[in-house]
């Protein structure tokens, strides 16, 4: 997996702030941007129009609007194109669980997703309760039967309906090259969003503490008890962890950039690796933001604005590891 190709693919955009850490989001001031092209009469594309209407101006700079729209179909059915396997991120642009989103549009990106199995796709939310439900409908039949008929329409393919069977067959379901994770900037996000992450069948768990905007115990967040009963379920539902070692797989961490960085204190993000450590979760540490500081607030020292030149951190946060991935046939 380490020489597949990193990008993002985003069939679906547009999104609404729902927490502390939505409030620098980089895609809404990127989103902002694609919206003054449009309207200055920089471009005509479909790629640009659909971001119309997504933010607005605030005096604090461009938000949200609630506003999605989907990729015009080349956009969406893109993944189906790319033979070389890759690493694609879903949605850097929206949350493909977003409240406004259409189960029929989610329908179609997982169609595709089930399609191009030769890929990994990573899907973030902090819409965690509705991920959850999506995923574990009473009437599964009837979602894998909507996707097949998405699979057919994106792929313009009699045959794709079959090959959706073949992949949520019983051994491969959840499908094995898509990945799950929650944000958790802090530990009341924390408690919120694993628990819903745990509940939910995926072949690999994650949870991205970027930003990481205070501390956040994860055995406590998994120690819960709407955490233990998903755990519980899981177990006797058959859909526990691929691999055994525990319900979460992966664990990403990372400081804030841009414009208005929110200060991380570094303490926060080693204890998170010691954690991680302990549990035998494998630890991704990202950045260390544009502003890292100790626990008395005092500036860490680096020249990289960023925080993203591993040099410059402390040697024991210099851990950039990857979850071990399900076995493909």
Same mark, same amino acid.
């Given at each position: 997996m380490s020489k597949i190709e990193w990008i993002t693919w985003n069939p679906i955009v547009g999104c609404s702030a729902i927490s502390p850490g939505c409030a620098n989001c980089y895609a809404m001031r990127m989103a902002a941007a694609l919206q003054k092209i449009n309207r200055t009469g920089g =471009?005509?594309?479909?790629? @640009?129009?659909?971001?119309?209407?997504?933010?607005? +101006? =605030?005096?604090?700079?461009? @938000?949200?609007?609630?506003?999605?729209?989907?990729? +015009?179909?080349?956009?969406?059915?893109?993944?189906?194109?790319?033979?070389?396997?890759?690493?694609?991120f879903v949605n850097s642009m929206g949350d493909l669980f977003h409240e406004s989103v259409p189960d029929a549009w989610i329908d179609r990106v997982f169609a595709v997703m089930a399609l191009a199995p030769q890929h990994t796709f990573q899907v973030l939310t902090k819409r965690s309760r509705r991920m959850r439900e999506y995923l574990t409908h009473p009437s599964q039949h009837d979602i894998l039967e909507r996707i097949a008929t998405a699979a057919v329409r994106v792929s313009n393919s009699p045959c794709a309906a079959s090959l959706i069977e073949e992949a949520f067959d019983e051994g491969d379901r959840p499908l094995p090259n898509v990945w799950l994770g929650v944000s958790c900037e802090d530990q009341e996000r924390a408690d919120e969003r694993i628990p819903d992450l745990l509940a939910t069948p995926a072949a690999v768990r994650f949870v991205s503490a970027e930003p990481l905007l205070g501390p956040i115990n994860i055995a406590d967040a998994m120690s819960t008890r709407e955490a233990v009963a998903a755990m519980q379920d899981n177990l006797a539902a058959g859909r526990g962890p691929i691999d055994g070692r525990g319900s979460l797989h992966w664990i990403i961490v990372g400081g804030e950039s841009g414009p208005g960085a929110r200060p991380m204190v570094i303490g926060h993000a080693r204890e998170i690796v010691r954690q991680c450590k302990a549990g035998g979760v494998s630890c991704f540490v990202k950045q260390l933001g544009a502003k890292p500081v100790n626990r008395e607030g005092q500036p860490h020292p680096q020249k990289h604005r960023k925080g993203a030149d591993p040099s410059e951190w402390p040697e024991d946060l210099r851990v950039q590891e990857w979850p071990d991935a399900p076995e493909r046939e």
């Open positions: =471009s005509n594309s479909a790629y @640009v129009n659909r971001y119309d209407g997504t933010t607005q +101006p =605030s005096e604090a700079g461009p @938000v949200w609007t609630g506003k999605v729209a989907l990729a +015009p179909e080349h956009i969406l059915t893109a993944p189906l194109r790319w033979k070389r396997p890759r690493r694609i």
